[in-house]
Structures are given as structure tokens and as C-alpha cells.
């Protein structure tokens, strides 16, 4: 197992223009988190899946926000019409049912330009 | 909302000196987890605290969860240059989410 992978590491992208990001979590781990982190801070927690069922949302995730965990496993983020504020890394995690160890993946770093 | 508060947020330590950082929370957390982060990566796990009073060491880390749930302390021994980075603690609860203090920058004097 090769951990969380996140794809792609780094996006520039225009004002205005769609984003999407995706996310691998290690193969037995049920549950998958998305967080984002800006420059100097720690991670803000965004939006959990149980399998594939999105169970809870933050207040930070707008509704130009969206994500999906299809079939339980990989996971994609999309942000429709950037903003400069959103850029930040994004950063996956997931964990088994019972264990809290969460496991991060290296992240997505976003500059809107 | 939930708030870590981590300190101090940053120090210069010489090579060889041990480390201590602290992380407070104004609620209670049922586990605590410790958290490096080098340039450009994500977070990767240290130490995972589960229960009030707990010590647990990790090679040259230590770390503890507080008795009242409300605070965690890390302690690194013999500090070398490959410590340096952010150290994050992180409070978990039944909330199914983790909430993250806002780190401890570590740099080390050669």
C-alpha cells in the first residue's frame, strides 16, 4: 500500500475557471476527509465520507464547493468559478473505522491567479 | 467553534537540547494526535493518544494526554537538524472530525 495519494501536486489556475482534485486513500479505510490549509495555518477540516456516503460538511465548504466518493473508494473535490481566496493546499486523509491514526496524503497545493 | 492553541508558535533550539510544546483546547478532545509537517507535504502521524493521563514515546518523541482532556504536551529529546518543520497537535471526538491547533514551527541552530 502506497498511502494516500492526491493528484495533481500543484494547479494554477484562472479566475473564474473550474478545479478538480483528486484523492486515494489507502484501500481498507472506509473513511476519507478533505481538508484545507492556508498558508501559516493548520488544516480546516472540509467535508467526511463513510464509504460512499458524504456525511458531514463545514460552514467553509461553499456551495461552488463539491465532492464525491462514487464508489467508496477514490474521491474528488471540485471548486467551480475560483476564487483568489481559495487558493491553499487541499489536503486528503483517510482512516479505518477503528483506528484514529488518520493518514494525510502530500496535498494539492491551488494558486488562483 | 473548537479551538487548539498551540505554544509556543515557534522556536530556535540548538542541535542536541530537548523540546517542549503544548497544545490547549477551551473543550474537551477523547484523543489527541501529534502531526509533522516538512515544506510542501502533508501531515504525517508522530503519536496518537487515546486515553486521559496517557504517556506514549515514539523514539526520541514523548507525548502525553492531559488528565482533564483538555490539553496534550510533546516532547522531543536531543534535537537534530532533521526535526525541523511545523509540529501540529490535533483533538479528536465523536464529532468524526479532526481539529488542529495552529502548529509549532521548529528550527534548528547548527
Known amino acids: 500500500d502506497t498511502g494516500v495519494s492526491q493528484d495533481p501536486r500543484h494547479k494554477i489556475t484562472k479566475r473564474g475557471q473550474n478545479v478538480t482534485f483528486r484523492c486515494d486513500p489507502i484501500s481498507e479505510h472506509n473513511r476519507l476527509y478533505w481538508y484545507r490549509q492556508t498558508l501559516g495555518q493548520g488544516p480546516e477540516f472540509l467535508t467526511y465520507f463513510q464509504n460512499e456516503a458524504q456525511l458531514e460538511k463545514s460552514r467553509l465548504l461553499s456551495d461552488r464547493f463539491s465532492a464525491e466518493r462514487p464508489k467508496g473508494s477514490f474521491s474528488t473535490l471540485e471548486i467551480q468559478r475560483t476564487e483568489q481566496g481559495d487558493s491553499a493546499m487541499y489536503l486528503c486523509a483517510s482512516r479505518s473505522q477503528i483506528n484514529y491514526g488518520y493518514t494525510f496524503g502530500s496535498g494539492t497545493r491551488l494558486t488562483v491567479v | 467553534g473548537q479551538q487548539l492553541n498551540q505554544s509556543p508558535q515557534s522556536m530556535f533550539i540548538q542541535e542536541g537540547e530537548d523540546v517542549s510544546m503544548n497544545c490547549t483546547s477551551s473543550s474537551i478532545f477523547n484523543t489527541w494526535l501529534w502531526y509533522k509537517q516538512d515544506p510542501g507535504e502533508g501531515p504525517v502521524l508522530l503519536i496518537a493518544l487515546y486515553k486521559a493521563g496517557e504517556l506514549t514515546s515514539n523514539g526520541r518523541l514523548t507525548a502525553q494526554f492531559g488528565i482533564t482532556r483538555k490539553d496534550s504536551f510533546l516532547n522531543i529529546s536531543a534535537s537534530i537538524p532533521s526535526d525541523v518543520g511545523i509540529y501540529f497537535c490535533?483533538?479528536?471526538?465523536?464529532?468524526?472530525?479532526?481539529?488542529f491547533g495552529g502548529g509549532t514551527r521548529l528550527m534548528v541552530k547548527t
Open positions: 490535533a483533538g479528536h471526538n465523536a464529532g468524526n472530525m479532526l481539529t
